[in-house]
Nanobody, 115 residues
């Protein structure tokens, strides 16, 4: 099994920045892609960004040019640098890992952007 623990959420003004971190533990050798999803109130969970263990990335159109995902494989940690934040980025952000084609999720961290 893999456990994911997020940190770095909080309250920020529009235009500001936050950096989320997600540390994996357990059977980390089974992890393939890692990434971030988010869920705003009343909305479905959506992909924000994902990165493979080889460093290939994919972003939602709504966050391209503003968010950057990165990964430290020796530390089994994935990061999400969020710049130029907008009120519509307000959501609970969940860390995700593909563990031998099964999904693992963190507990979520709240990001609130005030306008």
């Amino acid at each position: 099994q893999v456990q994911l623990v997020e940190s770095g959420g909080g309250l920020v003004q529009a235009g500001g920045s936050l950096r989320l971190s997600c540390a994996a533990s357990g059977s980390i050798f089974r992890i393939n892609a890692m990434g971030w999803y988010r869920q705003a109130p009343g909305k479905s969970r959506e992909l924000v960004a994902i990165i493979t263990k080889f460093g290939s990335t994919n972003y939602a159109d709504s966050v391209k040019e503003r968010f950057t995902i990165s990964r430290d494989n020796p530390k089994s940690t994935v990061y999400l640098q969020m710049d130029s934040l907008k009120s519509e980025d307000t959501a609970v952000y969940y860390c995700y890992a593909d563990v031998s084609s099964r999904s693992a999720w963190g507990q979520g961290t709240q990001v609130t952007v005030s306008s």
